[in-house]
């Protein structure tokens, strides 16, 4: 009983230690820590907007066709390249959800993944997400691509990038509402 009450501070930090280590608590640990200090994203100043140039980009879809993202030039888009085993993925989807409820009829999105449509299905169904999926056989086109998860664009009709954000964020937030609702008014 000595040695609990002497060490129960080193004894505390473990178990914070093990909790964070072990699958099972460690993801929903951090996806929650991952939304408490999720903010809206910011915008990409006028100046330092990169252009998307070339559109031809194939993409599968959930159901096995092939998409090409050529499809939303000149359309208001975001994309997000994400996977179900990163947490600060998991930690932006419901808000991802709910964005996708409100634009998704004026608004192209595309969630991009490379993991296998098995994988990625079971976790549809489990979190109960309908927004549209995409794998990626080929690397996107200059300036889309990322070696970071997550990380997502908005990009205008013009083609230009809104919003370039590597990692977690509030994608339904009244700011980016009302960025988008200016994106599509032009």
């Not at 080193?10 to 820590?33: D, E, H, K, Y």
């Not at 296998?116 to 979190?127: A, R």
């Amino acid at each position: 009983m000595h040695f609990l009450r002497k060490n129960w501070g080193n004894i505390g930090l473990l178990l914070v230690i093990a909790l964070f280590l072990i699958p099972q608590t460690g993801v929903p640990i951090r996806v929650a820590l991952q939304r408490i200090i999720s903010f809206s994203p910011s915008e990409v100043a006028q100046e330092d907007r990169k252009i998307v140039k070339n559109y031809n980009w194939n993409l599968i879809n959930e159901a096995g066709d092939t998409v090409n993202f050529a499809q939303s030039e000149g359309k208001v888009s975001v994309i997000n390249f994400w996977a179900t085993w990163c947490p600060p993925c998991i930690a932006e989807m419901p808000s991802f959800q709910k964005l996708f409820d409100t634009y998704g009829n004026t608004v192209d999105f595309y969630f991009v993944t490379s993991e296998k449509p098995e994988v990625v299905q079971k976790f549809l169904q489990k979190k109960e997400y309908n927004f549209p999926v995409y794998f990626e056989p080929q690397q996107a086109p200059q300036p889309l691509q990322t070696t970071a998860l997550p990380t997502t664009y908005l990009i205008s009709k013009s083609g230009a990038i809104v919003i370039e954000k590597e990692g977690a964020a509030d994608w339904n937030s009244e700011k980016v509402k009302r960025l988008i609702d200016e994106l599509l008014s032009e």
